[in-house]
């Protein structure tokens, strides 16, 4: 329930920020819709694809997809008054980005009994929407050049399996509370990454 | 019958306009071939693999690759015989997209009541072949930023969730009647489309 | 066994380039590991997506990420060393090429009695994760513009197909007798095409 309502914030403000890079490229209308649905939802159905967990979110629910579409044509109405909350939509696609690693790692969990593919799934759904959306607007995935970014999905996924597994074998823990803790360490450490400019070191090969 | 007809007719215009895309851009004869490929059945494959919906055409039906790799050979032979008939290129691609469009329609239409994945089966396989050959062409894909492609497989889409609907709760539709429906207005809308360079209104966004 | 042993060398030197690569795109360290593993497993996951071959190769053997992100990240701290040994590189990467060329084929082969799609799953486990890495790198894929790269899996599917075929209604053969044939004539093939810089013809069509 609380993931949900979570859930659809984060969709929300990825929709938005996905029809401003749109709108940056001229796109016409559909192309402002699909870059939002890429942008909110991608991460999602290549993590449900390559994990062949199917029914895909929008597929079971497309209301979903009708929430990123107002959203997105909503923004190509006030972009300008978008782009002035920038700091606010920067604080919502932090919540954005906990909220799709936690639903990450709870479907990778199955997959291996390791947690290594509740770790991928965080990494897969929190950053392939932002990759999606750069590919299709023919640049370079932002994600893979700077920004602290996968680095609080993997966080996030470590510390869900640290919890499963605590939960599991020591002491049991309400659901709920591994997700909150998870939720609130990841948007915490993702606004200090915001504020300070952190980013990991980048690597440069450029031989003659 | 009908439809694997004119199906046939569609991935063979799609794959020679991919050759010549290929052809554009310098490739050798796999790009071109892989192209083509992609530009002709890459919306079919993305469209089963997002639904789940196993066996992907052309892997049932292998006979379909050869017909596109075919097509795209003849058209490195004679690319300026092929160029020079354009208009007739944009009839068969206006074609194809029609019928592309009500295949989607068809496999989405078992995947949600609402008659939602119908629409969005039609638009998927409608413009994803496109979308993919010009982001393997590394560029922003054409049908984001204009011309009237993707409303007419949301059309056509509407219109066969509609006939769906009426048969079901009304009076039966014969199939054929629904499909030849769709087909014909989907069809002349995007002539009209090409003919008066009707488009949808664009998003510009240039922040400073 | 001796395909697993030829698998784990092929998935360690695809990383390598794979992350020089990254490098050459000033990425940051998820960059490389990114553009690391999609170089090195791409390939074999488009491949089971399409073909809806479940579980992927990597879902099932996490440790082959291990290995693929410990070899990325030992070439960060030794490029140049990496890179001056690109000679030995190019003879792994040609090793990796004919062994993902013949995993390929092997999962291909159930899928259709004609061996279409034994080649069709030997191009797409060899190409598709240097596509993919072009891809994410914003840039036409080298592998559609020149180097005999493709025409090796094509030849080594059909090699394999053939020796399935001879196997089955003539007499006899071990599977290891059929991969060892493809193994060394696709990788002596591939050896050959460097040396000579062998391409297929190129198709321009540069209409005014």
Redesign the interface.
Known sequence: MLLTSLYIIGITAEGMTG??A???????????L??ACVTAIGGG?IRD????H???TW??H?EY?VIICIAALLT?RI??FV?RFERTFLVLDALGLAVFSIIGARIGLD??P?G??AV?GAIITGVFGG?LRD???????L????EL???ISLLIGSLYVIGAYVSKNYFPLNENTIIITCLVIGFIVRLVAIRYHL?????????K
Chains 1, 2, 3 share one sequence.
């Not at 749109?22 to 402002?32: L, S």
């Not at 994600?143 to 700077?146: R, T």
């Not at 980013?199 to 031989?207: H, Q």
Request: charged residues 10%; contains cysteine; hydrophobic residues 50%.
């Open positions: 029809a401003l749109a709108g940056r490229h001229n796109m016409d209308w559909f192309g402002v699909f870059i159905s694809v390559l994990f062949g199917y029914p895909l597929v079971a497309p997809l190509t972009p300008y782009a997959l291996h390791s290594s593919m991928a990759i590919i299709f607007c023919a640049r370079i995935p994600v893979l050049q700077k970014y996968a680095s980013g990991l070191p980048t690597f440069k090969f450029n031989p």
